[in-house]
């Protein structure tokens, strides 16, 4: 198994956002987490990346731990909550130096990924100046930019356009070819259905299968 929780528990304020997980993620599929708002999908994606500390129980990618606040056993491709970028800086300007920490920055990758959600002609553009959508379509771009094997992708298709949401679909296809490993938390379950090879529903901190 690629990817492994185990009793993974996690209250935040007297409440339990994640509620004893146990799931498997093997490579090459696409898995859909389906869930309201505050259904604790976030928290699953965040804890998987190593950004909380759970109270107990453990996640490992590889078949090596991941431990708080510590990088990753692996290179993760995220998408979490807002994207961040630097806003007075160029597109192109945020993607290099994200890539640049790890030293894995592929121009040829990048290029491809900006010409596929439209992006190519706008990336010397500051991020400041860029839509609502452009900026979903640039955090998108990053997230997969590195090659990376384990992708984590949190509402992935909000702001984006009907025309964007389905080359993102495609995109998916193409990096699950490629042999990585997906997951999308989205409430948007018709998109999931269309792409994922297995479908978790996310509630009250409960991760179950559909």
């Known amino acids: 198994m690629y990817l492994r929780i185990t009793g993974l528990t996690k209250t935040i304020r007297r409440r339990v956002v994640l509620r004893d997980i146990d799931a498997g993620f093997e490579r ?4 859909g987490i389906v869930g309201p708002n505050g259904s604790g999908k976030t928290m699953l994606l965040r804890a998987i990346c190593g950004f909380i500390r759970p109270d107990r129980g453990t996640v490992s990618i590889g078949g090596k731990p991941v431990e708080f606040n510590r990088r990753p056993p692996e290179n993760i491709g ?15 300007g945020n993607l290099e130096y994200l890539a640049g920490i790890n030293r894995r920055f592929d121009r040829v990758e990048t290029e491809r990924l900006l010409e596929l959600f439209g992006l190519r002609g706008h990336e010397h553009e500051k991020v400041r100046s860029y839509s609502l959508g452009m900026r979903q379509k640039l955090a998108i771009v990053q997230a997969l930019m590195e090659h990376q ?3 984590l992708l949190d509402e992935p298709t909000n702001g ?4 964007s949401v389905e ?44």
Do not use: C, K, W
């Not at 995220?78 to 192109?92: D, K």
């Not at 984006?160 to 025309?163: Q, V």
């Open 167 to 210: 080359r993102f679909l495609e995109e998916m296809d193409r990096q699950r070819a490629a042999g990585n490993t997906i997951l999308i938390a989205s409430h948007h379950s018709g998109e999931l259905a269309r792409i994922a090879d297995h479908i978790y529903m996310m509630a009250d901190g409960r991760l179950t299968v559909d």
């Open 78 to 92: 995220v998408i979490i909550e807002h994207p961040g970028f630097v806003l007075y800086e160029s597109a192109m």
């Open 160 to 163: 984006l356009d009907e025309p």
């Open 149 to 151: 094997r384990l992708i």
């Open 28 to 31: 090459g599929a696409v898995y």
